[in-house]
């Protein structure tokens, strides 16, 4: 299992200055638009983080489901794992609190297709799902902390998720009937940029982009492109 973090930027900017004749010291370096700094940073954070994080608790919803999902958490038992990784391994442990899952390059296949996981989820089961993950890789993202919930009946999903560059807070309510999010809300925080994204039951979501107390930008995401991508407009 990989015990390291790994950091990816959400948005790396290098600005080389060469010295040619005519040129000095004092001329200003050519500004970014904050809409396409946005952008950048959202289209970062929607591929490397919030896919793979959505992904990964609708398919763990799927397997705990053999876990006695009404179970008191005295009562949880291990679900038989033996086929949850097609490569790799994953253990389970009853702790006092619930279950505890390693995951070592496991290739999970899910109904969102394959997605490689490695690191530690510890999982309270019944018809409130509540999770905690701890240095968990999904696929190339960065490592994972943080908690989620699972609303079985109420088919939402609580995430408050952090990695080395980003972090997201929020609850999708989302029903094996539904072909997108129909509600609430989902905030990506990266630098010093917070993006609130709102659902409303249609392949586009809407979203705006602050920078301190600052709205900067609009955007909107087709939940329907491969990758996940937005397209923003600065104020």
Known sequence: MRKANRRWSALAVAVIM???????????????????????????????????????????????AASKAGAQRAEAVCPDTSGWCVSGTVSCTVTDTGLHFDFDECQVVTGDGPMTVDGDLDAIPGTTVYLTLTNLFINNSPAMSGTGTINLLACSYFLNVQTADSAVYGIITVCDSDEYPTGEFLNIAFDDF??????????????????????????????????????????
């Open 18 to 64: 060469l010295a040619v004749p005519g040129c000095s010291s004092d001329d200003d370096v050519l500004d970014v638009p904050t809409d396409q700094v946005v952008e950048a940073g959202l289209n970062d954070a929607l591929t490397t983080t919030v896919v793979p994080l959505v992904n990964f608790i609708g398919g763990i919803s799927d397997l705990l």
């Open 194 to 235: 917070l993006i609130t994204i709102v659902f409303n039951g249609t392949n586009i979501a809407t979203a705006t982009a602050t920078q301190g107390e600052t709205p900067v930008a609009d955007c909107t995401i087709d939940l329907d492109s491969d990758p996940l991508t937005s397209s923003c407009n600065g104020f």
